[in-house]
């Protein structure tokens, strides 16, 4: 079952404000068109009823897909600098919900669930593509940090985001450049599959790469960027 609550947000174009119903419990198992909305980026668009300016109020949501094992905490952009207190909290949602703090059948459920947390719509996105495509979302992210090591110069703003899109031709790896919370793609980038292969292989000389991307349930290059802070969420 999915719950939504109703917000008031304003227009970022003319600061009217409106009522709109944004979900905080996501339960797509059953609801293969949930899904599709977040991966075609339709889920959760509003327009302005006054000027018509599209509006899309950032996630505060937990998302579940039992079938795909699949449960996610879905923060704001802006929550980005807290991950490290959004990771405590997803693992006390999520053992209230399928962990130790739940009965037995939600335990049971839980135990094959995939724990993760992630900042914006591009991010949810990015991990439902990277299970549809039966990659290793640690070893996607390995690929990113090799990308993104490569570069001579950061192409873009200090906020620019590399997210996974899809598989290409010969089962390269086709990302796409995002810019903080917007939806706008600005620039393509396509890695070998054999970076993949490398990164899931898990060579002794990355162990510890590998070891920091998956040390929580925010597993994201960011981990490396993006200081970790104390303060409480
Ligand atoms: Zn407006």
């Known amino acids: 079952m999915s719950l939504f609550e109703t917000q008031e947000i304003a227009c970022p174009s003319c600061q009217h404000a409106q009522q709109v119903d944004v979900a905080f419990t996501l339960n797509a198992s059953r609801r293969?068109?949930?899904?599709?909305?977040?991966?075609?980026?339709?889920?959760?668009?509003?327009?302005?009823?006054?000027?018509?300016?599209?509006?899309?109020?950032?996630?505060?949501?937990?998302?579940?897909?039992?079938?795909?094992?699949?449960?996610?905490?879905?923060?704001?952009?802006?929550?980005?600098?807290?991950?490290s207190a959004f990771e405590t909290a997803a693992r006390v949602i999520f053992d209230e919900s399928y962990g130790d703090g739940a009965p037995a059948a939600a335990q049971a459920t839980g135990a094959d669930l995939q724990v993760r947390v992630v900042f914006g719509w591009s991010a949810l996105r990015e991990k439902l593509l990277i299970e549809a495509a039966g990659l290793d979302d640690v070893a996607v992210e390995y690929v990113k940090v090799l990308l993104f090591r490569?570069?001579?110069?950061?192409?873009?703003?200090?906020?620019?985001?590399?997210?996974?899109?899809?598989?290409?031709?010969?089962?390269?790896?086709?990302?796409?450049?995002?810019?903080?919370?917007?939806?706008?793609?600005?620039?393509?980038?396509?890695?070998?599959?054999?970076?993949?292969?490398?990164?899931?292989?898990?060579?002794?000389?990355?162990?510890?790469?590998?070891?920091?991307?998956?040390?929580?349930?925010?597993?994201?290059?960011?981990?490396?960027?993006?200081?970790?802070?104390?303060?409480?969420a």
């Open 32 to 83: 293969a068109d949930l899904r599709d909305a977040i991966i075609d980026r339709s889920y959760q668009r509003f327009a302005c009823e006054q000027c018509g300016a599209a509006l899309r109020p950032e996630p505060h949501l937990t998302y579940l897909d039992i079938r795909r094992n699949q449960w996610i905490l879905a923060k704001s952009v802006s929550d980005l600098a807290h991950w």
């Open 150 to 232: 490569a570069l001579e110069q950061m192409p873009l703003a200090d906020d620019a985001e590399l997210r996974f899109e899809g598989l290409g031709d010969e089962g390269t790896l086709r990302f796409l450049w995002y810019v903080g919370a917007s939806e706008t793609p600005v620039e393509a980038v396509e890695a070998p599959r054999a970076l993949y292969d490398l990164a899931v292989n898990d060579p002794e000389a990355w162990r510890t790469l590998r070891e920091t991307l998956s040390a929580g349930p925010f597993v994201d290059m960011n981990r490396l960027l993006v200081p970790e802070e104390a303060a409480a």
